[in-house]
Every structure is written in structure tokens, then in C-alpha cells.
């Protein structure tokens, strides 16, 4: 790997601590990291280096999915880490920045490539890099490459303005918009699943699929973050990106498909259609795993005639030859039954109306999170008669299996763009959703209750019965 310094604008902030450093970690004892190797923290807390390299430590004792804390290593590894405090809003923290940058890089033999990572708050993002190209930060001989979170964006006009002020500072191939789900093993693993297998590729159609439905639901409510959620809902905050990925994800079957066209295939939903396509639900005070939390309305922080969706549902067609009649079923929401991410294929049952007894259906599972597996429900009679599923699931890797954020911020280094997600498909998926937010904001389609620990609201069932459908439920 080449030679490179990794800086990081956010350096105390919270995903720095649970997930960035970490992952940075991890991928020092895999020694995957580059050989020569520097990272510098920015924030406007006054640490020492010393004391931000303790931090540091602390995070990786409570965040870093190895158990039991290895001293040596976590001190070799602090070791290069610098801490610069720094207001990103001061332009002359970028010179100073650029001189410390360039002694580092002199001391360390590195050729000047450098990764710049904005764990910072969405309009930061143009003017940070805006000064990273002024003050001459991005032009140290080798690549620069700058990577960023979501959220891109509050809507299509908003995130539009975003990347035009991005592209303005850096060519669209050198930006790298995270979206974690597609660091996620089992996501990556989508494609060689299906073009790897050629049982799985011949019968992923409109001929053999009844419809696919993918989940991401949480146990978690809003947590500490009512004031970013509250504006947020789970449209914004889960669907519009990590959702729209796995939906392009799965329906990218054919060779040479790239996920832009599965989501230009996506049939629009207008504005007074949404109800019709669509389902929004908050959720009421209940019980997760036997204990008994609030509504969304009584969480602190959040406006107690809120409106904001912490569900939501959607139906989804494709004008697309291969999965032309299929419905895509999203759903996403907090403080639902269970934490599981999942996409279940379900095959059509061509004796299912001629005949009573006929066998069950056939299902293809694949289990995200937790335990990354692959379920495929075939019928198979036991001793008894009674027919019985088959299941496949690779061994467990436990805590070998390596996070979303170790596999991509690997990937940023080496330059490989493969599981980012692409502007073009930001902007679609935005322009999907805007109708739909018009609707909410219009209050064109009802907002639906359901009590906290449950597996959503009616509506959303409803949603799939008159398809004829129902959600594959396993808990
Ligand atoms: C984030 C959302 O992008 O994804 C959170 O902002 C959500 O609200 C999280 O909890 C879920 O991620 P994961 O990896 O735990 O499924």
C-alpha cells in the first residue's frame, strides 16, 4: 500500500471514537494499514498529543470488536497519531495544518498522498473543502482523496447544493461518500453470491419471484440524537440512503447492471400518490426485550407534536425487463421487535392455488445482520414426513469479522471505489424520495402509530395484502 497520511477533521468527536479509530486499529494489527503511515487529528479541543493518543486508547479498550486489550500494540499504534487543535472555520489553521502535514510526511518518508476524512456536521463539508484546495492542503505531490458521511443533504435542492460545492474543490472521483451498509460483509458479498451461483441466477426474476422484501429494524429509539432525528425521520435517516443501496444491491443481477440503472428503473411515486405506495408510523410507548420504554413524543429532546416518521414503508416497481411485476418491499424503523438487517427473496408457488396441501415456499435469506448468513428455504421431507427447511450459513467468524469501516476506509486508501456510494445514485435516490417528502410535509398521507417492540404498524401490512403478500417475518 502506498505510503499516505490519513487526517481526520472531527478527531474527538463520537464517530471517531466508536468507529473511525477502531477501524484504524483493526486494520493496523491486520497490518493492512500502509507501512509508512501518519495520522493527524483535528479538533478544537486543546489536547497535547499525549493526551489525545490516551483517548484514543480509552476508545479502543471499550470500541474495538477484539477482546482484551493488548497495551503494546494500542501504544505502537497511538504512536501515530498527532493531534492539531484547529477551528476549520480559520483559514489560517490550514497553513498551520500544511506546515505540520508536510514535517510529518518529511520525517515519516511519505510522498505526499493524503486522505482527508470530514467526521463533521453537513455544512462543514463545502467550506472545509473549499480551504483544503485554497490553502494548497490538497496538493502534496501525491493523490488526494476526501471522504465523507452522511447525511448528504436534506432534500434533492439541498443535497445538489452539497455536491456542487464539493466539485467545485474536488473532482467526483476523488470525493468518497460513505454509506456504511455498503461496508457491511454480506452486502459486499451480494454480487459474487448471485454471479458466483449460477442456482440463484437463473431463478432471480419476474418468473420465479414473487417479491423481495428488504428490513432494517432497530431496537434503539432516538437515543441522544433527537435533535439531528426529530428533522430527520427514518426516510432521510435510513431509506433514502443505506435502504435505496441494498435495494440497488440485489437487483443488480445482470451483468454489466450497475446500480444507477436499478435505481433510473424505479418507477416514480408523485406527490398524491404517495399514500398509496408508502407508509409512515411513529412509534408509542411499549416494551423492547421485557422493558418498558416511552413513545417517540415522550423521548427528551423531541417536540411533543412532532410529526417526524421513526417507520417507514415503501413498494417499489421497476420498469426493468427482468423484474418487470415484482414488487420491492423497504421497510425500516427504530424500536421495532428486533436489531436485524435482512433481504428475503420469495419465490412464487406456481401449485399454491390448485392445490391445499402444497408445499411451502421456497425463501432465499440473506441475513445482513446479526450473524451475516445465508438462509435458503428449500423443502425437504424428514423421517417424519414432515417437510423441513434446509438452511446454509457459513461458519461464524466472530470477532474476526471485520466492521463496515475497517473494509472502507481500506478501500479509500487503496483507491477503490467500488463499495462507495456514487453521487449519481445520491441524486436518484433523492429524487425518488422528494415527492415523498413533499407528501409529508403536505400531510398527504397519514401518519401511523405503532407500539414500541412491535414489528410496525398495520398499515404496512395492509400495504403488502393487497398484493396478496405478507411481510417473511422471524421474529
Ligand atoms: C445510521 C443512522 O446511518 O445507521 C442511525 O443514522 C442508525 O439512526 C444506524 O441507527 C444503523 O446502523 P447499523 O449499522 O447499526 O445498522
Redesign the pocket.
Known amino acids: 500500500m502506498q505510503p499516505s497520511a490519513f487526517v481526520l477533521f472531527g478527531g474527538t468527536g463520537d464517530l471517531a471514537k466508536r468507529k473511525i479509530f477502531p477501524a484504524l486499529y483493526n486494520l493496523f494489527l491486520d497490518g493492512k494499514l500502509p507501512e509508512r503511515f501518519a495520522i493527524v487529528a483535528l479538533g478544537r479541543k486543546p489536547f497535547n498529543d499525549e493526551l489525545f493518543r490516551q483517548h484514543v486508547k480509552e476508545s479502543l479498550g471499550r470500541f474495538s470488536r477484539r477482546e482484551g486489550a493488548n497495551a503494546a500494540a494500542m501504544a505502537e499504534f497511538a504512536a501515530c497519531i498527532q493531534y492539531h487543535a484547529m477551528d476549520a472555520g480559520d483559514p489560517q489553521g490550514y497553513e498551520r495544518l500544511r506546515s505540520l502535514l508536510e514535517q510529518r510526511e518529511e520525517e515519516l518518508g511519505l510522498t505526499g498522498n493524503r486522505l482527508f476524512y470530514l467526521s463533521v456536521a453537513p455544512e462543514h463539508f463545502g467550506p472545509i473543502a473549499a480551504r483544503i484546495r485554497q490553502s494548497g492542503l490538497a496538493d502534496g505531490g501525491g493523490w488526494t482523496r476526501l471522504v465523507i458521511e ?1 447525511p448528504f443533504g436534506h432534500d434533492l435542492a439541498s443535497a445538489r447544493a452539497l455536491s456542487a460545492a464539493l466539485h467545485v474543490s474536488f473532482p467526483p472521483e476523488d470525493v468518497y461518500y460513505i454509506d ?1 451498509y455498503l461496508g457491511k460483509p454480506m452486502v459486499q458479498n451480494l454480487q459474487s453470491l448471485i454471479a458466483s451461483n449460477p442456482v440463484l441466477k437463473a431463478v432471480l426474476n419476474n418468473r420465479y419471484v414473487a417479491n423481495v422484501q428488504i428490513t ?1 429494524s ?1 431496537t ?1 429509539g432516538v437515543e441522544e440524537r433527537a435533535g439531528y ?1 426529530d428533522r430527520a425521520g427514518a426516510l432521510r ?2 431509506f433514502q440512503n ?1 435502504m435505496l443501496q441494498l435495494l440497488m444491491m440485489i437487483a443488480r443481477r445482470a451483468e454489466g447492471y450497475d446500480k444507477r440503472q436499478v435505481m433510473e428503473s424505479v418507477y416514480p411515486v408523485n406527490r398524491d400518490e404517495a399514500a398509496n405506495h408508502v407508509v409512515r408510523a411513529q412509534y408509542t410507548a411499549g416494551s423492547v426485550a421485557g422493558r418498558t420504554v416511552p413513545g417517540y413524543l415522550q423521548e427528551p429532546g423531541v417536540d411533543p407534536g412532532s410529526a417526524t416518521d421513526t417507520y417507514f414503508a415503501a413498494r417499489l416497481m421497476l420498469d426493468d425487463p427482468i423484474w418487470r411485476g415484482v414488487p420491492f418491499y423497504i421497510r425500516t424503523g427504530k424500536r421495532m421487535k428486533e436489531k436485524a ?1 435482512k433481504i428475503v427473496v420469495v419465490f412464487k408457488n406456481p401449485l399454491e392455488s390448485r392445490l391445499p396441501e402444497a408445499p411451502a415456499r421456497n425463501y432465499l435469506i440473506v441475513n445482513i ?1 446479526p450473524n451475516p448468513s445465508l438462509d435458503f428455504r428449500l423443502n425437504l421431507s424428514g423421517l417424519d414426513g414432515e417437510l423441513q427447511p434446509l438452511s446454509l450459513q457459513p461458519a461464524n467468524r466472530g470477532e474476526e469479522e471485520p466492521e ?1 469501516y475497517e473494509l472502507l476506509l481500506r478501500d479509500a486508501l487503496l483507491g477503490d471505489p467500488t463499495f462507495f456510494a456514487k453521487w449519481e445514485e445520491i441524486e436518484l435516490s433523492w429524487k425518488w424520495v422528494q415527492p415523498i417528502l413533499d407528501a409529508f410535509a403536505n400531510r398527504l398521507a397519514p401518519l401511523h402509530t405503532y407500539p414500541a417492540g412491535s414489528n410496525g404498524p398495520a398499515a404496512a401490512d395492509h400495504l403488502l395484502a393487497e398484493d396478496g403478500h405478507v411481510w417473511f417475518e422471524t421474529a
Do not use: I, L
Request: glycine share 0%; charged share 25%; hydrophobic share 35%.
Open positions: 452522511k456504511h432494517a432497530e434503539v432525528y435517516d435510513m443505506h438487517t445482520q463496515a
